[in-house]
């Protein structure tokens, strides 16, 4: 189901209600860019540590924002059945009264987007509204002061045209006269009388259906009483809620406390702390605070299907859509009468009838329902997809990776499973060793632990490249010279050593292989005591210490003795 502004405040009670009785939520989120070219090292390596990684998502996140917003809600309808609602929320920064936004996109992300049929018309003229807490809290204080600041371009042109036609209006008219302003948006509604009033103390506006105000001239004390009443639409309470928008929903997502649900978890949490919450900190340690404190519970299905898809054989599959097929196929599903059931919502009806790869909702359904994880298949398919998605569509993929995993992992832990139709509360009892463990993409850990220490990984050793007659060489170039074998993380260690690290194993083998006899690229595994340039260095001040103390005792000679 598709949201957008015009729809989400008649929705959010429905929603507020489906969140508080749901057994779990899924999130999943599409963005204007992904990792930004400033500064140009600003993509994943092996090399960065937890701390390191986070201040290039960081980055990127302050540069890019978000166009949609998956969820999926999937309640406990009775034993080990499911009914899943998935939304599709468009987004769009709040122009309210804060400061003017500045968009950055990447081509490549809009590109994507656009070839899987991403409305952008519905992101830019439909998309809701959002707001974190320092920019709730300037728009508070603005209200307060009653200096009002019109930021959108649009609203301001508008907004003048207004003003220009009251003031002549009002020039003439008489105390209880009105004139009506049409053809205005929501937001144009809320600027213009705010302006207004704050302009013409002796004026009162009152919005009407249909995109109208109605300006009315009072007197000062009629103005008074008129701003005590509480029915008055241009209340700062109902204004805040206004702008908050989305960001209403996500306070009661934080509120409701339930496990949310996500693959490769850690660009969406980033976003939902520096749109919704507040903006990201510079310490990666408050960072992991501040999402425990707003997310007690997290399963990113990345982390649970990485721990376990070694123990079964997969087929490979090149996106979530042949996933799903797969897992439907009569020839690998077979037919498990305890398996969890998941039944879509009649808003959501859509997606049983017909695929939708790259629909936010589709995936969410695919992520949670049973179809897709009737075998630990699944876990291992979506982890060999390399893919963005539409958030709703991805998150219905991830639930049926958590719920499946989950009923294979209690399947093989008791015989009883067999038997009886397992609650979701056992599920969760299956998942306990991965909540708070999200998904570290190419780096020096294999998990960020948001409740704990983060969890370390097995790598093969790093190796060394000493450059002989190459001149200038730099690491673009060693990646392209190795790019037909493997894929490997280069750093420069020198002028003419640079160390390779690379996830796989049988990558190192073959380059050490393959480059054994080369002329120009002597490529050997790394030593720390042999390599390393500060090791170097004090092995060799070392040196012209010890060769001086030599020379010195030489030439001093041994005391002489008087005959």
């Not at 500045?102 to 519905?122: P, V």
């Not at 008489?174 to 004139?179: H, I």
């Not at 179809?371 to 991805?394: D, G, H, R, T, V």
């Not at 160390?499 to 073959?510: A, E, P, Q, T, Y």
Request: charged share 20%.
């Amino acid at each position: 189901m598709d949201v957008g502004a015009a729809d989400f405040a008649r929705c959010l009670p429905c929603l507020q209600d489906r969140v508080g009785r749901a057994a779990f939520l899924g999130l999943d989120m599409e963005f204007t860019g992904l990792h930004s070219a400033f500064p140009q090292n600003n993509q994943p390596s092996l090399f960065d540590s937890p701390a390191e990684r986070y201040q290039k998502v960081r980055q990127s996140v302050q540069r890019f924002t978000i166009t949609q917003l998956g969820l999926a809600i999937f309640s406990e309808e009775n034993s080990n059945k499911y009914v899943v609602h998935s939304y599709n929320f468009f987004l769009f920064p709040s122009t309210l009264g804060v400061t003017d936004a500045e968009l950055t996109l990447s081509t490549s992300s809009i590109q994507f987007l656009s070839h899987y049929g991403f409305d952008y018309n519905k992101f830019l003229k439909d998309g809701i509204p959002y707001m974190n807490e320092l920019q709730e809290n300037i728009l508070s204080q603005r209200l307060l002061e009653g200096n009002w600041k019109v930021c959108s371009a649009l609203n301001l042109n508008v907004v003048k045209k207004a003003i220009d036609e009251v003031t002549c209006w009002i020039a003439a008219a008489k105390e209880g006269d009105t004139v009506i302003l049409q053809d205005l948006s929501d937001s144009q509604m809320l600027d213009v009388q705010l302006v207004l009033r704050q302009a013409l103390p002796n004026v009162w506006t009152q919005p009407l259906g249909d995109n109208e105000v109605m300006v009315k001239k009072v007197s000062l004390q009629h103005r008074r009483l008129l701003e005590s009443s509480s029915h008055d639409s241009c209340q700062k309470e109902l204004i805040l809620t206004s702008a908050r928008g989305f960001t209403n929903l996500f306070q009661i997502i934080v509120r409701a406390k339930k496990p949310l649900v996500g693959h490769n978890m850690l660009m969406d949490l980033c976003h939902l702390h520096d749109k919704f919450y507040n903006p990201l900190p510079e310490s990666y340690e408050e960072f992991k605070k501040n999402i425990h404190h707003l997310f007690p519970v997290l399963i990113d299905t990345k982390t649970v299907t990485k721990s376990i898809w070694k123990n079964y054989q997969f087929p490979r599959v090149s996106n979530l859509l042949e996933v799903y097929e797969v897992l439907c196929s009569s020839d690998l599903n077979p037919v498990d009468p305890t398996c969890p059931v998941i039944a879509f919502a009649s808003d959501s009806a859509r997606y049983a009838e017909k695929a939708a790869p790259h629909e936010a909702a589709y995936d969410a359904f695919l992520c949670g329902s049973g179809k897709m994880l009737l075998q630990p298949f699944l876990k291992i398919f979506l982890q060999k997809c390399q893919f963005l998605s539409f958030p709703a569509l991805w998150l219905c993929c991830l639930f049926n990776v958590l719920l499946k995993s989950a009923h294979l992992l209690l399947c093989e832990l008791t015989d009883d499973a067999a038997t009886a139709n397992p609650s979701f509360s056992q599920y969760l009892t299956m998942l306990a060793e991965y909540f708070n463990k999200v998904n570290f993409i190419r780096g020096g850990v294999s998990s960020i632990n948001f409740s704990g220490e983060d969890a370390s990984c097995r790598y093969p050793p790093p190796l060394v490249v000493c450059v002989r007659g190459w001149p200038r060489l730099d690491e673009r170039q060693i990646y392209q010279e190795l790019q037909p074998l493997c894929r490997f993380d280069i750093r420069r260690l020198s002028e003419n050593q640079f160390i390779l690290l690379s996830n796989r194993f049988k990558h190192v083998i073959r380059v050490l292989h393959d480059y054994k006899d080369h002329p120009k690229l002597q490529i050997s595994v790394y030593r720390h005591w042999r390599h390393s340039p500060h090791v170097n260095c004090l092995l060799k001040v070392s040196g012209i210490v010890a060769l001086w103390s030599l020379l010195a005792f030489v030439l001093g000679g041994a005391p002489s003795c008087s005959p």
